[in-house]
């Protein structure tokens, strides 16, 4: 017996008939920016596969509806019903030149949004050629040292077309004003940029780990490129508060949002004591999750954290403006949750976890490819992991009505249970006087840890079953060719620094490093003498260094 195509194409006289012989298909660049899913542009319900229609919202007519306060049924009222969430790929290895390929790939095969890695020196504020970064140049992601790599990075790629989102916290504003430099020299104006710096400082003492500064000193660098933003780039998110990285490292749901959302509060009262009006930059926050294989759980924590940071927002902070009230969310799949063995099953639990994510109302979406706990992602493992996507977006109704779960007993019982649950976190967080007190005595960071080892525990006991891992195991695994990053590429990017500061004017890049510096002694916003310095060709290095002399460095006590 044939295939499905094979079967149906019995039928072809039929289409002929009605008059669809030349169909042509669009092209995935086509579909990025205009999603042709049926309905989704038009007045009338979608219909369901049997006849009937799929109405755009269901629930009790004097129930919450989505876009209305405290938005636990989504932030916006049509939600997917009028376009689907962003589909951003997190990219980004070697040299600049290879993360511009793998860009132009992502982007033919109909991603929306770019997003950034970078690799392990550039997190940390050192240059490539530095004696600390030996071993690590473009491992993890992409290496960045100065202006000249951020534009091979972004070559003919049009920064007025794409949504950008740089995974960058400690040196955050140093990348983006890079990328405005970049953005200015292809004509394009600030207010024309879209896109996100993670910039979430205090997530890197609690779970990751990539900071500089101490937490006060950074605190001062994040308001100061909330005010920047206001004022030279009005479009973009100013900073990603991040939860991820805290699951990652262990945290149970309800730790992950309680967490990350008191590290919002924590920037928002520190944004407001440097005397910015909280709607004035409110509306430009946006929080970033996981997306975990327990689907029900995951879409509660979903719905409860948008409760939450709405009733925040109106009653702590007074902000009158509907749009400081809505917790804007980036996802991305649970890469803890992968494993090396029998890596093509993760297909279906990046599958799972992006169920949750989209049915939880996520406003974008990565989803982690099958071999990331083996190496770096192959450009067929990308591509797969951006079809799956395409696939619950335009083959699937998930589109075709908002928060398909209002309702359901148990979601609903989950969702209040969450609420509760992240709200007693948050207050005990806060009876250490304030977030950054918490992180300082260890709290978050000893809370996060004993949950990774109960669950450590429950993987080594089979209790928790891990397909592949602990159960259903195969005796031979089949062989896999993984990304290898060439390590010749250290060398090339101490060579271009060296040719970049012979060829640069070295005094000029003096003259505003020492204005950098007394900038981060005084009040002044750092980061209109750092874009200065690096119009000129300052390093990311010597940038991150100029604010070390004056800002020092964290060091970090033992939680046991």
């Excluded at 511009?100 to 050629?129: C, E, I, K, W």
């Excluded at 003259?511 to 300052?538: Q, S």
Aim: include cysteine; glycine fraction near 6%.
């Amino acid at each position: 017996m044939g295939g499905f195509w094979d079967r149906i194409s019995r039928f072809r006289p039929l289409a002929i008939t009605l008059g669809v012989r030349d169909v042509r298909y669009p092209s995935p660049r086509e579909t990025a920016g205009t999603p042709n899913i049926p309905g989704m542009n038009e007045r009338s319900p979608r219909r369901s596969e049997s006849g009937f229609p799929i109405e755009p919202v269901y629930g009790p007519a004097d129930g919450e509806k989505p876009g209305q306060y405290p938005f636990t049924r989504g932030v916006y009222p049509t939600m997917y019903t009028s376009r689907p969430w962003t589909m951003r790929q997190y990219a980004g290895f070697g040299t600049a030149v290879e993360s511009n390929a793998r860009y132009h790939q992502l982007l033919n095969a109909g991603t929306m949004g770019l997003s950034v890695a970078f690799d392990l020196p550039t997190q940390m504020g050192y240059d490539s050629d530095e004696p600390i970064a030996h071993g690590e140049v473009g491992k993890v992601g992409v290496a960045i040292d100065s202006i000249e790599d951020m534009r091979l990075l972004f070559k003919d790629i049009p920064l007025d077309k794409v949504s950008t989102s740089m995974t960058i916290n400690a040196p955050g504003s140093v990348l983006l004003l890079l990328y405005q430099l970049v953005a200015e020299e292809q004509g394009v104006p600030g207010d024309k940029l879209n896109g996100t710096i993670q910039n979430d400082i205090l997530k890197e003492y609690i779970a990751r780990g990539t900071y500089i500064f101490p937490p006060k000193p950074s605190l001062r660098l994040v308001a100061d490129t909330f005010a920047y933003c206001r004022t030279e780039i009005p479009k973009w998110n100013t900073i990603s508060i991040s939860g991820y990285h805290m699951a990652e490292a262990g945290a149970t749901p309800v730790q992950e949002i309680a967490f990350t959302l008191a590290d919002g509060i924590e920037y928002v009262r520190a944004a407001v004591a440097a005397g910015l009006d909280v709607d004035a930059f409110a509306p430009r926050l946006s929080f970033f999750f996981v997306a975990r294989t327990t689907l029900l759980e995951e879409v509660a924590k979903f719905r409860a954290a948008r409760r939450i940071w709405a009733k925040v927002m109106r009653e702590e902070f007074g902000a009158k403006d509907p749009k400081s009230w809505m917790l804007r969310f980036h996802t991305q799949t649970a890469g803890v949750q992968l494993t090396a063995q029998q890596p093509e099953v993760n297909l279906v639990r990046v599958t799972a976890q992006a169920l949750g994510a989209i049915m939880g109302g996520t406003q974008s979406l990565h989803t982690n490819s099958y071999d990331e706990a083996i190496a770096l992602p192959t450009e067929k493992a990308a591509r797969l992991a951006l079809r799956t996507q395409q696939v619950l977006a335009y083959e699937t109704d998930l589109t075709a009505t908002v928060d398909p779960f209002a309702g359901s007993y148990v979601v609903e019982a989950m969702t209040d249970e969450i609420e509760a649950e992240a709200r007693a976190l948050i207050d005990r967080v806060f009876e250490y006087g304030s977030a950054v007190d918490a992180i300082e005595a260890g709290f978050q960071k000893r809370e996060i840890e004993s949950s990774a080892y109960r669950t450590a525990l429950e993987i080594d006991s089979r209790e928790r079953v891990v397909v592949g891992l602990n159960r259903f195991t195969i005796d031979v695994e089949e062989p896999y060719e993984p990304l290898r990053v060439d390590p010749a590429i250290e060398a090339d990017q101490a060579a271009r620094l060296a040719r970049l500061r012979a060829e640069r004017d070295s005094d000029a890049v003096d003259a505003a490093l020492d204005k950098l510096r007394a900038a981060a002694h005084g009040t002044e916003n750092v980061l209109y003498p750092m874009r200065e310095a690096l119009r000129l060709r300052a390093t990311v290095g010597e940038v991150c260094h100029a604010l070390r002399t004056v800002w020092g460095t964290h060091t970090p006590r033992e939680t046991f």
